[in-house]
Every structure is written in structure tokens, then in C-alpha cells.
């Protein structure tokens, strides 16, 4: 079974901290990616990998950065955290869709609060 | 741009009967995919059903399928003989080609009543 593991099932932290949301996966997948899930609003896209040390802006890459140094760990990067940032944070990974396999698997998300 | 659209935030249905959740989507591409993930709560989202949109016939896994119709732009999930496990948030979700990425519908929150 694939695995995809997040550091954090919640979080909490205070306006202006540096925050780093941690993601593992077991698969050997190529494609890592990052998403924020609000209520009415579905998942949106923050961050795509392709490969090591290779990223994508997503539709929504402002505020947030990431790492890919290994294959199987992406992070996700707050900077500066600010209260519009609260949110539930996904992450996936997938084989490449040339490979004939698109599916892809979710960690369990972080729920992060910023105060 | 590709949109999805899934206009039902919330639906309802008893066990043993069949539910069928709307999704509509925008796109110019011949090239492309269309999913279904299923988000139980406080689980991790699943992938549910997959359907290639140059595939006329419409996909089935168990007790879910698809109609899709593909000059109408519509890709609705109908779960058959709905069961408690079904409670959960449903999204639809595009994919361009070989892109990799999804674009996602809102969700639905299907709740199945015993």
C-alpha cells in the first residue's frame, strides 16, 4: 500500500512564525504536490514537484515556499505564518501520467491554526 | 482555463438507496481525465473512480459509476445501494493530458442515514 505520511495532524502556531509542514511518502513517486482545503472552496493547488530540487507554482504559491532535497520529502514553507493561512493542508504524490498511472495519494492533512 | 463545478454542497440519502452526485466541468482539451475522491471524515481522501475522457463507456468500481457525457461536459457519480462507509466529502476532479495535476470541483458532503 502507498503511504504518505504528514508531520503534524494539528498545529498551532502565532502570527509571524516560521512554519514547515513536513510530508514523506514511500513509493518512490516522482510527483509530490501541496494543497489547501477550505470549505467552499475545495482543494487548491499551493505547490508542484516534479523531481529533486525541481517545483511548480500551483494557483495559489503566494506566501508559501518549498523543498524538495530527497526524493520521498516535501515541505511546505510559511515564511512569515499570517491568520489567512489557517487552513487544512494536503499533501499527495503520484507517478508521472506518462507512466499509464495518475492516481494520486493523499496524506492524512494538517490542520494548522495561525493565532 | 479548466473549471470543475460540482453545484450540490450537501446531499443526503438513505442506506440500500441511490444517490447520484452533479459535476460539470470546462475545458477546449480532447486530451483528459476525470476522477472522483471520496474524503471520509478525519480519513485520508481516496481515489473512487477514474474515467478517460476518449473512453465512450462510462467506468464502474463495485457500487459506484459514472455517466459521463462528454459534449454536455457532465461527469456525475452515482453510488448504488448507499451504505453508512459512503458518509463522506466527494470531489471531482480534471486533469489535462499528461499534465499530472488536478483541478478540483468544490465537494459535495454525501451523508447516508441508516
Given at each position: 500500500d502507498v503511504k504518505v505520511t504528514q508531520s503534524s495532524r494539528y498545529l498551532v502556531k502565532r502570527t509571524g512564525e516560521k512554519v514547515f509542514l513536513e510530508c514523506v511518502q514511500?513509493?518512490?513517486?516522482?510527483?509530490?504536490?501541496?494543497?489547501?482545503?477550505?470549505?467552499?472552496?475545495?482543494?487548491?493547488?499551493?505547490?508542484?514537484?516534479?523531481?529533486?530540487?525541481?517545483?511548480?507554482?500551483?494557483?495559489?504559491?503566494?506566501?508559501?515556499?518549498?523543498?524538495?532535497?530527497?526524493?520521498?520529502?516535501?515541505?511546505?514553507?510559511?515564511?512569515?505564518?499570517?491568520?489567512?493561512?489557517?487552513?487544512?493542508?494536503?499533501?499527495?504524490?503520484?507517478?508521472?501520467?506518462?507512466?499509464?498511472?495518475?492516481?494520486?495519494?493523499?496524506?492524512?492533512?494538517?490542520?494548522l491554526t495561525v493565532l | 482555463a479548466q473549471t470543475v463545478t460540482q453545484s450540490q454542497p450537501e446531499m443526503s440519502v438513505q442506506e440500500a438507496e441511490t444517490v447520484t452526485l452533479s459535476c460539470t466541468y470546462d475545458t477546449s482539451e480532447n486530451n483528459y481525465y476525470l476522477f472522483w475522491y471520496k474524503q471520509p471524515p478525519s480519513r485520508q481522501m481516496i481515489l473512487v473512480i477514474r474515467q478517460e475522457a476518449y473512453k465512450q463507456q462510462n467506468a464502474t468500481e463495485n457500487r459506484f459509476s459514472v455517466n459521463f457525457q462528454k459534449a454536455a461536459k457532465s461527469f456525475s457519480l452515482k453510488i448504488s445501494d448507499s451504505q453508512l462507509g459512503d458518509t463522506a466529502m466527494y470531489f471531482c476532479a480534471f486533469m489535462k493530458g499528461n499534465t499530472d495535476k488536478l483541478i478540483f470541483g468544490t465537494g459535495t458532503r454525501l451523508q447516508v442515514f441508516p
Open positions: 514511500d513509493m518512490d513517486h516522482e510527483n509530490m504536490f501541496w494543497y489547501r482545503q477550505d470549505p467552499g472552496l475545495g482543494l487548491r493547488l499551493i505547490y508542484f514537484s516534479y523531481d529533486v530540487k525541481m517545483k511548480e507554482k500551483g494557483d495559489i504559491p503566494e506566501g508559501y515556499s518549498v523543498s524538495r532535497e530527497k526524493k520521498e520529502r516535501f515541505s511546505l514553507i510559511l515564511e512569515s505564518a499570517s491568520t489567512n493561512q489557517t487552513s487544512m493542508y494536503l499533501c499527495a504524490s503520484s507517478p508521472r501520467a506518462e507512466t499509464g498511472t495518475d492516481t494520486q495519494y493523499f496524506g492524512p492533512g494538517t490542520r | -
